[in-house]
């Protein structure tokens, strides 16, 4: 009962605080909630009665900014294939979905109905309501990190009907792409798609993960010599990129786009070039190798197979030293996520130059073909990086098992200032 006098005390001081609007959405509330409540209340002893011998559970899935939603769903799902939970889940959406087809792929694989919002609300009311909780972001132990390996130990777990397969096929072919050319994936972050569909988050102080699309040329132009189609990917973008070739498409700028092709698209590339946004989420969800570049140094993918990243170097503009990887975790510079924290210590982040993209390209199509020997150095400064990236306080949020590799190119170009002597 103290649950339930809890909640009535939190209601209240909403509605203090939010006024006639806060009450008027409330109130709306209450009338689902009386409507519903019957059928939640059976649904909720008969969970209990038989909860000795199957778990029936209800929870949120997570369905605001795509990278997040698409991992959460993906993660769990993979995990009881792993683990074969003995346990029936319901869930709701917990926002209006950033993606249509993404909400229709989803619905193939869980049991999802907006009446188990209030099952879940009313359920909390009974005591030991949390053994009939279930939330999809725990079974992530890192933060949205695959940690164990799950995803090299499973396929895809969401996927494309046939005739959504022929869809995306009937598309590729529209613009001139035919059966059996490879297309490559880039996604490069901005502030336009966080500005306008999140106007609450603060994307003006997370310009620091953002990345000059002119540094990618020099990558893409390679790939369209060799041979490739190359997919500019984003629902929505700054600018367009000033590359003139058939087989280069700005797809934001496309009047074709859509829902579906924004996952489809991604899904059946043959790798991805990226910026590091949630977008690519969608390549690692279904499996497809990964070049990440311009990421922190911090927070390189490494939970996965096929994925090769280099990082941003720091610089100290009082002194105009790159620090290294043990300076940057004394000085507490891996916590810092805003704009204005790096501002006020003078800490500039510097990209990754055109030749270090290109170059960490290259190298990460020899590795897809089997065609690039590691060398012995570079094994020992790998495991180096991560012995002393150990030291961060935060570091088991994000890494586990190392599948995911750095640069063999750019760990040896750049090892006199990354390590200390």
């Known amino acids: 009962m103290n649950s339930f006098f ?6 209240l001081k909403d509605i203090k605080s939010g006024g006639i609007t806060t009450f008027i959405y409330k109130l709306k509330k209450l009338f689902f909630y009386i409507i519903f409540s019957p059928f939640c209340i059976i649904f909720i002893l008969f969970s209990r009665i038989i909860s000795p ?58 049991k999802i109905n907006s009446i188990f919002f209030y099952v879940n609300k009313i359920q909390r009311i009974f005591p030991g309501w ?61 502030p336009a798609y966080k500005k306008k569909y999140f106007p609450n988050l603060p994307e003006d ?33 700054e600018k367009k990129l000033s590359i003139k070739h058939r087989k280069f498409f700005d797809y934001p700028f496309s009047e074709m786009k859509n829902d579906f092709l924004d996952i489809w698209i991604n899904a059946n590339c043959n790798y991805v070039l990226s910026g590091g946004t949630g977008l690519d989420e969608i390549q ?28 941003k170097k720091v610089e100290d503009l009082q002194t105009g ?11 507490d510079i891996f916590n810092y996520n805003m704009d ?15 030749e270090e993209i290109k170059s960490t390209l290259i190298e990460f199509e020899n590795r897809l073909k089997g065609n690039w020997i590691e060398s012995s ?11 002393e990236l150990k030291q961060w306080e935060n570091y088991d949020r994000y890494h586990g098992k190392i599948f995911g590799k750095i640069s063999e190119t750019f760990l040896l170009n750049n090892k006199d200032w990354l390590f200390e002597n």
């Open 284 to 311: 690692k969800t279904f499996r497809k190798p990964c070049l990440f570049v311009n990421q922190l140094l911090n927070l390189i993918i490494t939970g996965q197979k096929d994925i090769l990243s280099i990082f």
């Open 53 to 110: 011998f199957i778990l029936i559970r209800t929870g949120p899935v997570r369905s605001d900014v795509i990278g997040a939603s698409v991992q959460a769903t993906e993660f769990y799902l993979s995990f009881i294939k792993i683990h074969k939970l003995n346990s029936i889940d319901f869930f709701y959406l917990n926002s209006v979905p950033p993606n249509k087809q993404w909400y229709k792929m989803i619905k193939r694989e869980i």
């Open 130 to 190: 949390e053994k009939y909780h279930v939330q999809m972001k725990n079974y992530c132990k890192g933060y949205q990190r695959d940690l164990e390996g799950i995803y090299s130990q499973t396929m895809p777990q969401i996927s494309f009907s046939e005739l959504e397969n022929k869809e995306g096929l009937r598309y590729l072919g529209k613009i001139g792409l035919s059966p059996g050319e490879k297309y490559i994936c880039l996604i490069i972050r901005d």
């Open 377 to 387: 150095l570079y094994k020992e400064l790998h495991n180096k990086y991560f012995e």
């Open 340 to 354: 204005y924290q790096y501002k006020n210590k003078g800490i500039k982040l510097i990209e990754n130059t055109d």
């Open 321 to 331: 030293k790159l620090l290294s990887l043990k300076e940057i975790i004394g000085r």
């Open 6 to 11: 809890l909640y009535i005390k939190s209601q």
């Open 205 to 237: 102080q997370t310009l620091h993960r953002n990345s000059n699309p002119d540094s990618y040329m020099p990558a893409v132009k390679y790939l369209l010599e060799n041979g490739y189609w190359v997919f500019r990917m984003g629902k929505l973008v």
